[in-house]
Every structure is written in C-alpha cells, then in structure tokens.
C-alpha cells in the first residue's frame, strides 16, 4: 500500500495539502472555473499572489518604493526584511495567520532571517522540479524545520519565455511509461516523495483532475533513483529584479546568493 502523503505537518503544527492548484499565468477570465473544478475535484491548497494579475504580496525578496506603479528598475529598492516579518508575526499572534512563509529565498537568506525572526518561517516556496531538485535548500530546509513548496513542479510547459522540457525528458518519460502514468502525474509523485508539497498548475479540468490522482501509488526505489541522474538547470532565473545600477541586486548571482 503507497503512502498517500496527502498533508505535510509544518513547524506550527499546522497542516499543508501536500498537492495545490497553481494560478500562476493562468487567464483571469479562466482562473474562477479552475479553482471551482479544483476544490470539487478534492483541492484544498490553491497558491495565488496579488502580483500574477488574475486576482481582484510579490513572491521575491525584493521592494518597491512606496507609491509605485507598475514594475522599473528605478523603483526597487533594498528589501527591508525584518521589519516585514515584525508586521507579518503580528499576524501570527492575532491568530489570523496559522504559520508564516516566504517565497525564493536562498539558504543564505532564510538563514539572515531565522537569526532575527521571533516565529520562524514554517515554508519557503521556490522552483522545484526533476530538472532543478534543490538539493542544498531542501537540506537546509529540512535541517531548520521550514516546509519546501514547489512551484512550476511540471517547468511551466507553454510558457513562451522559458525553454522548457522538463516533461520531455527520457529519463521521466521511461519511468511514466513503466508506471502507466502521465509524465506530470510522476513529477508531482516524485515531488511528494522528496518531502514537499507540489503546485502544478492547470485550467484544464482532466488535467487537474488528473493532476491530483498521485496518492494510491508511487514511484519505487530502483525508479527513484533514477532522477538523480538527470542535469540541473534553473529556469526563472528573476533577472527582472537584477539591474547594475537600480536595486540591490547587481547579478543573478547576488539575488540567489550563488544557488543558481
């Protein structure tokens, strides 16, 4: 009998589904109906942001000056990260916050925080996938007791922007094809297994539902370890927040402190 792994139990005690619909560049006229199918389906983890303009807080360790509108490099400006968690524990206390999470933080930055946080993160949401495992957060995650969440878990297919292929690859497609599964069932499978909860995203009703048909099966050892052969490439790179003049980020390299 597989583990199901339907939640993780994050550091507050609080528990996060383990598989959630992704909203992320879905069409805001599309986006309703795919949430409304998500949650019939069984969804209880839907991940959404001001800033991927089909909802009516940025997922980057970056800042704005006040009174922006709209994304330049002249406007950002350096990101005042304690003060912000001050106001988010708060929210914490008041009790209408059950845990607290960041999103594309680096080792390193989770690390600067974990020194001047009261109530630690309990999740770091960041680019996980076959194709960009992670290895050094997910061990430093472990270690600290933060939950990893993963976007883009399938590489975003369809993104006109991105190379992506991470569907396509021999190696998943060989294991899919010896399971009887889709490739995306067995990245989000693979995901689950890996300890992190997984945030594929669709507007195709079979697709979610099928993407959410991962709990009654899994991948076995010998297959497993098959992934670890497969080479590293990060795809969102977030060279929209770096500038060699504005902002605090001069590199690549300094906004993800050397993990790319």
């Not at 550091?11 to 992320?24: C, D, E, F, Q, R």
């Not at 930055?109 to 020194?115: A, M, P, Q, R, Y």
């Not at 689950?192 to 099928?210: A, C």
């Not at 899994?218 to 504005?246: C, M, N, W, Y």
């Amino acid at each position: 009998m597989a583990n199901e792994i339907r939640f993780f139990v994050l550091n507050t005690g609080a528990k996060i589904p383990s598989v959630g619909l992704g909203t992320w560049q879905a069409d805001p006229y599309v986006v309703g109906a795919s949430v409304d199918a998500a949650v019939k389906i069984g969804y209880r983890h839907i991940d959404c942001a001001q800033a991927y303009g089909n909802e009516k807080e940025i997922h980057w360790p970056v800042r704005m000056k006040k009174g922006s509108v709209g994304f330049k490099h002249e406007n950002l400006i350096q990101p005042d990260i304690p003060s912000t968690w001050q106001a988010m524990e708060v929210l914490y206390d008041s009790g209408k916050a059950r845990a607290l999470g960041v999103s594309n933080f680096s080792s390193k930055k989770l690390g600067d925080l974990l020194e001047v946080a009261r109530v630690p993160p309990a999740v770091n949401q960041v680019e996980c996938h076959p194709s960009w495992q992670q290895t050094k957060l997910h061990e430093f995650c472990r270690s600290k007791g933060i939950h990893l969440s993963g976007y883009s878990p399938l590489g975003s297919p369809g993104t006109t922007w991105l190379k992506s292929d991470v569907l396509k690859h021999p190696i998943l497609n060989m294991i899919a094809t010896k399971l009887g599964k889709s490739p995306a069932q067995v990245v989000i499978r693979w995901g689950l297994q890996m300890g992190h909860s997984v945030l594929p995203k669709s507007t195709h009703e079979k697709w979610i539902k099928e993407n959410f048909d991962v709990f009654d099966w899994s991948i076995p050892e010998d297959l497993f370890a098959k992934f670890s052969e497969i080479e590293q490439a990060r795809l969102l790179r977030g060279t929209s927040f770096v500038h060699e003049t504005f902002g605090p980020y001069k590199t690549v390299e300094e906004l993800w402190d050397g993990e790319i």
